[in-house]
């Protein structure tokens, strides 16, 4: 199965952490930045913003969950009766997942869940 991820050679790592780096010592930012900093500092948007880390902490459970048992996204999909392409929103959280799908997904893992009310 190909992997659609493009791997970066050492070289081009460290060109880009290079160049972000001077990005960041330039101190010049895009609009788009400064407006996506402008939303994160805004204390009126801290319950969204702590809702979707909450939403990003279960997809990468999920995500690590599945790379732990060794399976791929279309073997997790055919073990709990659905599609490679739906697993893939699910890691991306693009979709939102059930409690129900929870359970099939870390099952299919070999996982248990377990929720926490803080």
Do not use: W
Not at 3 to 32: C, F, M, P, V, W
Not at 75 to 86: D, F, N, P, S
Not at 88 to 108: D, M
């Amino acid at each position: 199965m190909k992997d659609h991820a493009r791997h970066l050679t050492d070289a081009e790592l460290t060109a880009e952490i290079e160049q972000i780096k001077n990005h960041i010592e330039s101190g010049s930012i895009s609009d788009e930045e400064k407006e996506r900093n402008a939303y994160f500092n805004d204390p009126a948007n801290a319950e969204a913003i702590k809702a979707q880390q909450t939403r990003m902490d279960l997809v990468i459970a999920l995500h690590k969950a599945r790379k732990a048992a060794g399976l791929t996204q279309k073997e997790l999909a055919e073990k709990i009766g659905t599609k490679q392409t739906y697993i893939a929103q699910l890691e991306r959280g693009r979709r939102n997942v059930t409690l129900a799908t929870i359970e099939k997904y870390a099952r299919a893992c070999g996982k248990q869940i377990a929720i926490t009310l803080i």
